[in-house]
Structure formats: C-alpha cells, structure tokens
C-alpha cells in the first residue's frame, strides 16, 4: 500500500505584539514532525498569511525552514491580492530551500478564467520552485474551473493543486487530470472514506491542531481496520465542529495552548474567547481528548500516544 501524502497546514504563532513566537513555532513543527506527518505548508490559510507584517512573513518562512530541514516536505503560501504582490513573495521565496510555492487566486478584485491562467503561468516562469494552485473559491470568491486547471496542468513547473471546494469538482478533475500533476485534497471530513477509495494526498489546517489524529486514521487505514478510522474520523470531524461553533482561529489557538503550544493563533481584528466561550470549549469531550491525546468515540477504539515535544536541533 502506497503510504498517504498527509500535510499539516499550520498556525502561525505571534507574539503580543504581533511578532513571531519563534518557541512557539518550533514546538509547532515538532509537533507535525514528531506525529509522522509527511509535509507542512506554512503561511496557509490557517496560518493568516495575509494577516502578517512584511517582516512577520520573511521570519515564518526562514524559521520554518530552518526547524524543519530534512523533515519532509516544506510548502510556503505565497498568494496575496495582485500579481505584483504575489511575485515579490516568489522572488522571496526563490532564495529559499522549499518545496512548493502554493498561490491563491488573486482575492478582493475578481477576474476571469483567461486573467487566472496568465497570472499563475507568469508566476510559474517567476518561480525556482515547483508552482502550486490553491482553488479556496469561498475565501476568494473566484473558483478556478476544471478546464482551467486542466490547460495549467500543461505548464511545467505548474506541479499541483490544493483544492478547498466541493468535492464534485475535485473528483471530476481527479478522473482527468494528468497522473504526474498532484491534487491535493481538502476535505478534513472525509479522510477515512478518501483512503478507503484510493484518494492519497491530504492536507487541512485541522490536521495540524490533531496530527495524531489524522495519523491515527491512516495507521488505521493501512491495515484496512475501517471501523477503527472511522472511529478516529469521529473524533476530527468533532473537532472540526468546535472550531466553526466557536472561531476557528481562537479555539485552534487556545487549544494549541492547552496542548503545551504557547503563541496566539488568531491575530487581530480576532476577538479573544470570553472566559466562559473558553470554558465551554475546554469542557467538550473532544477538546479534553485532544488535550490529553486519546480518542474515545467507542469503547474498543485505541489510546492514541501522548505526543512529547522534541524541538528541531
């Protein structure tokens, strides 16, 4: 059995004001690292990238790199409003050791089909680094169509895409995209069902906040122990509920926190949790599984080991 691709796309941790949390980081990673994912992106969605100081966005790529060297896979968001902006990222990032650029679709203006695929070739002529597409159409308002995809798929150094929407759509470009051009699948709710059918290549910003979890779905996967991912998939989809009743970026930062991860997660404009949003969250079975590393949706299913930080050296 061919192991899964599983990318933790990570917060970013600040300080109070606003800096990077650089411990935070590190404990991060290790964290990712340490629970076997395969790869991380950084400066993702979930982790603000578009929040960030100028200066904040160079020191998380440069930390990154340097916590994570020959970790595993290390892809860096890059997308932001513009071609211009965007490419000034890229040229950031050509002077770095990673290996993936993912870019958005441009976001706040809208353009169309034709304006997409010249904006992601130029970029990928730009690029030292293998080219990602991010199709987020319900962050963005733009969503990158199946014919659009398929003619960037013939750029060479255009590798992949992370496609965030309906998974109508990723199966149709699944079943007729090219073999060698990764689609790398967003779709938290749905792990064990995807390994199960064959779909290989994950990646979500919950997994980073559960990284056991999600190993624990394909440790499970791999012995064909379904009921047992099953069990395991309850537990993140669980998770995945009290991020959007809540906030997802102030409860991935206080759990982060209650998990030994220090930083905040959720920059401004984010309000913080009131006392009792915190304590209704900390009371949730499957916060408190999280914070102590089980899962415990049904009586058979297995401890899952609690992580130990080891920082990279």
């Not at 899964?4 to 935070?24: C, V």
């Not at 496609?163 to 990723?170: E, I, K």
Request: some cysteine; aromatic content about 8%; overall charge negative.
């Amino acid at each position: 059995m061919i192991r899964p691709t599983l990318i933790a796309a990570i917060g970013t941790p600040l300080t109070k004001t606003d800096g990077l949390h650089r411990e935070g980081l590190e404990s991060h990673l290790a964290d990712q690292w340490n629970s076997g994912m395969t790869g991380v992106l950084v400066a993702g969605t979930m982790g603000a990238m578009q929040m960030l100081t100028d200066a904040t966005y160079r020191q998380l790529i440069d930390s990154a790199i340097e916590f994570s060297r020959g970790k595993g896979e290390i892809m860096v968001g890059a997308g932001d409003t513009s071609f211009a902006r965007t490419r000034e990222r890229i040229r950031f990032l050509n002077d770095r050791k990673i290996d993936g650029a993912v870019v958005l679709s441009p976001y706040f203006m809208r353009f169309s089909q034709t304006e997409l695929i010249d904006y992601f070739q130029s970029l990928a002529e730009i690029s030292k680094h293998p080219l990602f597409l991010y199709d987020l159409p319900i962050l963005t308002g733009t969503k990158l169509e199946l014919e659009t995809v398929q003619q960037l798929s013939q750029h060479p150094n255009i590798r992949g895409i992370k496609c965030s929407g309906d998974f109508s759509a990723t199966r149709q470009l699944l079943d007729t995209i090219s073999a060698d051009f990764r689609v790398i699948v967003a779709q938290a709710d749905l792990v064990d069902v995807l390994l199960r059918h064959g779909v290989r290549e994950h990646l979500d910003g919950v997994f980073s906040l559960a990284p056991l979890w999600i190993k624990a779905i394909e440790r499970a996967a791999s012995q064909s122990d379904w009921a047992t991912a099953a069990n395991c998939q309850q537990q993140l989809s669980g998770l995945l509920r009290i991020l959007k009743k809540y906030g997802v970026f102030q409860v991935f930062s206080l759990l982060a926190n209650a998990r030994g991860i220090p930083g905040n997660f959720a920059p401004p404009p984010f309000r913080r949790l009131s006392e009792a949003e915190q304590a209704a969250v900390m009371n949730e079975p499957i916060a408190k599984n999280l914070i102590h590393g089980t899962t415990d949706t049904a009586s058979d299913t297995p401890t899952v080991d609690t992580i130990e930080f080891e920082p990279s050296k």
